[in-house]
């Protein structure tokens, strides 16, 4: 099965003030560990940029394409959409994850792509499912007619009964806010 990643970094960070993308965590931006970790278990990746595209582009090498989301205020599903009009021709299944989870390894994603499945595989953290998630080519119209401000997790919630879940309390840890920043300094 061919899986790609897309990684959803388009956001402003409106809460936090300045680009999450290009925060530092054990030595690497956030965009650049989401990267590193998906380029190690998927192939092709996607980043998918909107606000500060001109910051965060140069730290993304080849070969990760870039899509940027000129409609990035009006939420995630159009960066969905702009990451998958980007690989879709590609792949048979693809991986959704966002940057902001720096918990989230190379190691976790594994856990989700090594179930091959021609459904949802999910995230499972804090008494719910969400993201890191993998979908099979048969969601990749479902995940194209999302509307704003709906993500992924619209569809699998939709789904949960159906959905193969993935123990991760690693992808419960995001980063929004300064608090959050220092909570993670706290923990490490």
């Known amino acids: 099965m061919r899986i790609g990643t897309i990684i959803l970094a388009a956001g402003e960070s409106k809460r936090l003030g300045w680009p999450k993308q290009l925060a530092i965590f054990e030595g690497q931006t956030l965009i650049e560990r989401a990267l590193n970790a998906a380029a190690r ?3 092709p990746v996607v980043v998918v940029l909107g606000a500060h595209a001109d910051q965060i582009r140069p730290l993304i090498p080849p070969p990760a394409v870039i899509a940027i989301n000129d409609q990035w205020p009006t939420g995630m599903a159009s960066s969905i959409r702009t990451g998958l ?5 590609q792949i048979d299944a693809v991986l959704i994850m966002v940057c902001d989870q720096p918990l989230v390894s190379s190691e976790s994603l594994a856990r989700i792509v090594e179930h ?3 459904g949802i595989v999910a995230a499972e953290y804090n008494g719910t499912l969400g993201v890191p998630a993998l979908f099979a080519r048969d969601y ?3 995940l194209r007619r999302l509307t704003e401000p709906d993500g992924a997790k619209k569809i699998i919630l939709e789904n949960k009964d159906i959905v193969m879940r993935v123990p991760m309390p690693e992808s419960a840890f995001d980063l929004d806010t300064a608090e959050d920043f220092d909570r993670l300094a706290a923990a490490k």
């Open 41 to 43: 278990v998927t192939s």
């Open 85 to 89: 009009a980007s690989i879709e021709a």
């Open 116 to 118: 091959p499945s021609g």
């Open 140 to 142: 990749f119209d479902r």
